[in-house]
């Protein structure tokens, strides 16, 4: 009997949090945002170089079936977003070599972020992603209030980590610019 109250008083708690954190999400019109960071054991240039192959993106992160790079600066998506099949294009608005890719949906899926790479010795780099997302569903909204999408986004970071660590080296490279306009 007291293993059942306890429970009940959970999920009653957890109920309370929840609502308010559906109502504060559609009383404030904000998107919500993701910060994660990893450490890999590579040169930066190693770590960038593969973070630039896009149509790779499915080997490390669990939602997503594919990417088609469209040309230098445009992307297709197509992944599952809360257990949905969805599709989006983005742009990428920033990119400099060694540094950092920044980029935009400009259909579909709304988000907006940037991958940013930090030297830290001649063989490890910190990898910084910081995303913003707008979840449409209920189904989004309630994952994005028990987080759902940070955790993917930690998971991805570290398959990502895998991936590369266990290759030692880059599947490909492109060392273009792109400016921010």
Known sequence: MPNRIVTVAALAVGGVLLSKQLKKMRNSGMKSSVEESIEVNVPVSTAYNQWTQFQDFPKFMDSVHEVRQLDDKHLHWRADVAGKEKEWDAEITEQIPDKRIAWRSTSGVSNAGVVTFHKI?????????????????????????????????KGNLKRFKEMLESRGKETGAWRGTVTEH
């Open 121 to 153: 010795s001649d063989s490890a780099t910190r990898i910084m992603l910081q995303m913003d997302y707008d979840p449409e569903s209920v189904t989004e909204q309630i994952g994005d209030a028990f987080g759902v999408v940070k955790m993917q986004a």
